[in-house]
């Protein structure tokens, strides 16, 4: 590692630290659950009878809607313009059953948090820095997750945790980030958001927050140019070699 990156890396962790709280996104940050979501949503179109499936790159430009009822409505909108096949109450049934095939993918082993994201979950805990979680997806979908990487006891990690459904409107815009400020009772410029794409680093910077993005198989050619650290992996906070950081 070149002497400017180290000294980027020791900026990424001195970040982390001072910050009065830690704020996680959820998909393709603490693990690279895209896939299973992937999986799910086609299970659950094949379940419901439909002709619909999306394979990696058609989920990647489907991604860009935050939210799986509302990416299921993208879809259908796409295909059938101004005569949608779906109703509001079918796409919430739909999105239902993808839920807890999601939940059954991920129990049995479909995904788990990416390298070095459990040690930087730990060391705040060790001292005493407030973890939260902020996040467009569902609660249901943080609990199958969660309770399979740190237990079922998984929600004492963490001060506050704000769902996609808990506010008006999904990222890109500030909501969930917003809640999550005022749960906490902090100012956005005294925390970190940790994000992996450019709708959550969007979120965070206009709720005033400063982005550490790790960047994630879907989004790592977003535009990070706002963040204030751009990094690999959460492998580096440990000091393993072979990783970009970017400042």
Not at 9 to 38: M, P, Y
Not at 178 to 187: A, D, G, Q, T, Y
């Amino acid at each position: 590692m070149s002497e400017a990156s180290a000294k980027s890396l020791d900026d990424v962790r001195a970040s982390i630290v001072q910050a009065r709280a830690l704020i996680f996104d959820v998909d393709g940050t603490l693990a690279e659950t895209e896939e299973a979501h992937r999986e799910a949503f086609n299970a659950a179109f094949a379940e419901a009878g439909l002709d619909w499936r999306w394979d990696r790159a058609l989920y990647k430009e489907l991604l860009r809607v935050t939210g799986g009822k509302e990416r299921i409505r993208a879809f259908d909108v796409s295909r059938n313009g101004a005569s949608p096949q779906l109703s509001d109450s079918e796409i919430a049934e739909l999105h239902r059953a993808k839920t807890k095939l999601y939940a059954e993918l991920i129990t049995n082993g479909g995904c788990s948090l990416r390298p070095g994201v459990q040690a930087v979950l730990a060391a705040a805990r060790k001292r005493a820095q407030p973890l939260a979680i902020a996040t467009t997806t569902s609660r249901g979908n943080i609990d199958a997750l969660l309770t399979v990487a740190l237990g079922k006891d998984w929600a004492q990690w963490f001060v506050a945790v704000v769902a996609g459904d808990e506010v008006r409107n999904k990222k890109p815009a500030p909501d969930v980030y917003l809640k999550v400020l005022s749960e906490l009772n902090l100012p956005g410029s005294q925390c970190l958001a940790i994000e992996d794409s450019g709708n959550g680093l969007a979120s965070a910077s206009a709720a005033g927050i400063p982005v550490l993005i790790s960047r994630s198989a879907y989004f790592s050619d977003d535009d990070f140019s706002g963040a204030a650290f751009t990094i690999d992996d959460f492998t580096l906070i440990s000091d393993e070699p072979d990783h970009k950081v970017d400042a």
